[in-house]
């Protein structure tokens, strides 16, 4: 099982980037992916989480994050994706992807059972 992140970098605010997190091992189906942030000297913080089932898929965001960020996946890719609008400065971290093997929600990090690397965001005032 791999989860590959990818789609950091450097953007100004009110800018845009896209996250992908390429799965590998497993399909979707019958999981749930998270999006995690993590910046300097703070916890890490579940901020998005699509949970895909038989009855099909539903989205969750933190508070900070609804109506600028998107969280989608691509079945055919077997991955999901963030997309972030509306960029802040206080959303600079690095974000992880993970993967929990059944498809509830949870913005736990201890309810994850497999994480990728990390991604980088940082946007500049």
């Known amino acids: 099982v791999q989860l590959q992140a990818s789609g950091g970098g450097l953007v100004q605010t009110g800018g845009s980037l896209r996250l992908s997190c390429a799965v590998s091992?497993?399909?979707?189906?019958?999981?749930?992916i998270g999006w995690f942030r993590q910046a300097p000297g703070r916890e890490r913080e579940g901020v998005s989480c699509i949970t895909i089932s038989s009855s099909g898929s539903n989205t969750y965001y933190t508070d900070s994050i609804k109506g600028r960020f998107t969280i989608s996946r691509d079945n055919a890719k077997n991955t999901v994706y963030l997309q972030m609008n509306s960029l802040k400065p206080e959303d600079t971290a690095v974000y992880f992807c993970?993967?929990?093997?059944?498809?509830?929600?949870?913005?736990?990090?201890?309810?994850?059972?497999?994480w990728g690397q990390g991604t980088l965001v940082t946007v500049s005032s």
């Open positions: 091992g497993f399909t979707l189906d019958h999981h749930a």
């Open positions: 993970a993967a929990r093997s059944n498809p509830f929600y949870s913005t736990r990090a201890g309810a994850y059972d497999y």
